[in-house]
Every structure is written in C-alpha cells, then in structure tokens.
C-alpha cells in the first residue's frame, strides 16, 4: 500500500546538475520525516539529507553541504533533492526513505552517476 518511487537520476559530468524527486503514496505524507540516502556497491549506506515533516528543520551530510538541498511539498506528497556542483564521488544509488515513529519505508533507489 505504501509506495516511495524516485526519480530523476541519470548520468552528469562533474560540476552539473541533477534533481531528484521521490513520489509518496499510501501514507499520511505530512506525518512523516523524509530524507536521502545512497549507497555505493561496496559501501554502507549513507544519509544525505533529511527534512521534518513542515520543513523546519534539515540536515545534511559534511559531504553535500553546501551543494545539495532537500525540499518537500506535503500538498504533493514530493520531497525533492536538488544537486549541484556534483563530484565523482557522489555517484551511487539514491534511495528515498519516510519515517514516522515505527512506521519506515524506502524507495527502490534511483542510479546517479557523475563521470567525465
């Protein structure tokens, strides 16, 4: 019944740009805390950024600060993940995650992959 679907990924060189979007349904969007993560094969998956459920509070991780925004827009059950000034190293698969309380949910994952 809960379905979290990303999309937006793609293939971009160094320095561009990318914006994901990750399309909730099946929940009460506005309950839930949403945030990012990616995972390189080889790698933990790790949190990228998150955002409360009004958008009060974000957070991000050292690695995108300052590049990467987290945004959401409850009216349409989006949360979005604009990307700038991408690196090499932010290639992975971006996954979208929704937590309200013992409720948590993921997204099956969206490929963004930086390469000159």
């Known amino acids: 019944q809960v379905q979290l679907v990303e999309s937006g990924g793609g293939v971009v060189q160094p320095g561009g740009s990318l914006r994901l979007s990750c399309a909730a349904s099946g929940l009460t969007f506005g309950d839930y805390s949403m945030s990012w993560y990616r995972q390189t094969p080889g790698k933990e998956r790790e949190l990228v950024a998150s955002i409360s459920p009004a958008s009060s509070t974000t957070h991000y991780a050292d690695s995108v600060k300052g590049r990467f925004t987290i945004s959401r827009d409850n009216a349409k059950n989006l949360v979005s993940l604009q990307m700038n000034s991408l690196k090499p190293e932010d290639t992975a698969v971006y996954y979208c995650?929704?937590?309200?309380?013992?409720?948590?949910?993921w997204g099956q994952g969206t490929q963004v992959t930086v390469s000159s």
């Open positions: 995650k929704a937590v309200h309380f013992q409720n948590k949910y």
